[in-house]
Structures are given as structure tokens and as C-alpha cells.
């Protein structure tokens, strides 16, 4: 089945520990990208990759990373987790940009994260 | 950059016809999207606009104008199941900006 899966589902850490968020999808699609999702505020971009080590800033990169050095997975990275990163957090994928209708975005299921 | 407005929340009456409007101020405008995420899921595209017009599939349809930077979803024969967040995204080269997402909530 043709899916992008991410994992934990929930996670509840403590501020500066740090943490990765696995996305993985296997269909074989070109463009990646971590989105977080905030009440009123609708998802925001926070990094993407156009290809294998191709990776850049979205609009709210801050306290994060990410890496892209296989095709398939785009990890997303936090260092040192603070409070305001606490939110619900979607890994991404399309067969290329996803600005035309020939490649909409397809989402994995939602990361969790709360961050005391 | 994009702004892309669209109302918070909606309800309607199952059976009933609901239009959920976006309006979106943009440059190097090249299209729009419609997704859909039921509460605690992830987004699923419904449908995209590039050419003004309605496009229609099945009992959702959506229509763009891009002289007016506008668009809306209309919802036919509302059923239950259709009780979701609705997210437009507007397309200007490399980036996709998403609204807040308009919540409808479908009543019997």
C-alpha cells in the first residue's frame, strides 16, 4: 500500500532532550517535507527537500533539522525541545513540488508531540 | 509571500449544500488546492484549480477565480461523514501556503 508512514504517533518529552521523528514513504516521490500544525494558525512548512540531499527552510525552520540521504526517509530533528514546540507535526511526500495538480501532497498520519 | 483567508467554522444541515470560501493575495499565483482532515487524521487532496472555473467531482466541486485571488468548495448533499476541516492552499512557484482551515460540522 502505497503510504507514508511516521513514527512515534505520540510522544511526550521533557525541554532539551533530544528527539527524532521518522517519516518514511514508498513511493518513490522526490519531495518531502515536515509541516506542524497549531490551533488557528493551519499548517505551517517547516523544512522540505526537493531530492537526496536536498534540503531546505520553510517558514518556521527554528529548532529544528532535518536530513535527506535516502530517498525514502526525511527525519525530522529536534536538538533541544522546548515547550513551544508542542504541537501536532505531519511528514509529507509527492512525486515532485507539490504545486501543480498532477502531484498533490500525500500525508502520513501525525506526530503528537508534547513537550514539558 | 501568501495570505490565505478562509472562515474558521461552518455548520450546516445533512443534506444540505455548504460553501466554504478562500480568498488568497499572492504572486506568481499557479494554483490552488482543497484538502480535507477529519479531526485527528491527515489531510487527503480533494481537489486543485489552476484555469478559472468550477471543476466538479461528484458531490464536491470547486470553483477559482483568479482575477478576484478567490475560490470556494461547495459540499452537496451533505452527509455526516463530511463533518471535517477543510484547507485551502494556494501555489505560488515552489511553495504551498496553507489557511487555517474552515471547520464543518454536519448536523442531522
Known amino acids: 500500500e502505497a503510504q507514508v508512514t511516521q513514527n512515534p504517533r505520540y510522544l511526550i518529552t521533557v525541554t532539551g532532550k533530544k528527539l527524532t521523528v521518522t517519516c518514511s514513504q514508498n513511493m518513490n516521490h522526490e519531495y518531502m517535507s515536515w509541516y506542524r500544525q497549531d490551533p488557528g494558525l493551519g499548517l505551517r512548512q517547516i523544512y522540505y527537500s526537493m531530492n537526496v540531499e536536498a534540503t531546505d527552510k520553510g517558514d518556521v525552520p527554528e529548532g529544528y533539522k532535518v536530513s535527506r540521504k535516502e530517498k525514502r526517509n526525511f527525519p525530522l530533528i529536534l536538538e533541544s525541545p522546548s515547550p513551544n514546540q508542542t504541537s501536532l507535526y505531519f511528514c509529507a511526500s509527492s512525486l515532485v513540488v507539490p504545486t501543480g495538480g498532477h502531484s498533490p501532497l500525500h500525508f502520513g498520519n501525525g506526530t503528537r508531540l508534547t513537550v514539558t | ?108
Request: hydrophobic share 35%; charged share 15%.
Open chain 2, 1 to 108: 509571500g501568501q495570505n490565505i483567508d478562509q472562515p474558521t467554522e461552518m455548520t450546516a444541515t445533512e443534506g444540505a449544500i455548504v460553501q466554504i470560501n478562500c480568498t488568497y493575495q499572492t504572486s506568481g499565483f499557479n494554483g490552488l488546492f482543497w484538502y480535507q482532515q477529519h479531526a485527528g487524521e491527515a489531510p487527503t487532496f480533494l481537489s486543485y484549480n489552476v484555469l478559472d472555473g468550477l471543476e466538479e467531482k461528484g458531490r464536491f466541486s470547486s470553483f477559482l477565480s483568479r482575477s478576484k485571488g478567490y475560490s470556494y468548495l461547495l459540499l452537496k448533499e451533505l452527509q455526516m461523514k463530511d463533518s471535517a476541516s477543510y484547507l485551502c492552499a494556494g501555489a505560488a512557484g515552489n511553495k504551498l501556503t496553507f489557511g487555517g482551515g474552515t471547520r464543518v460540522l454536519v448536523k442531522p
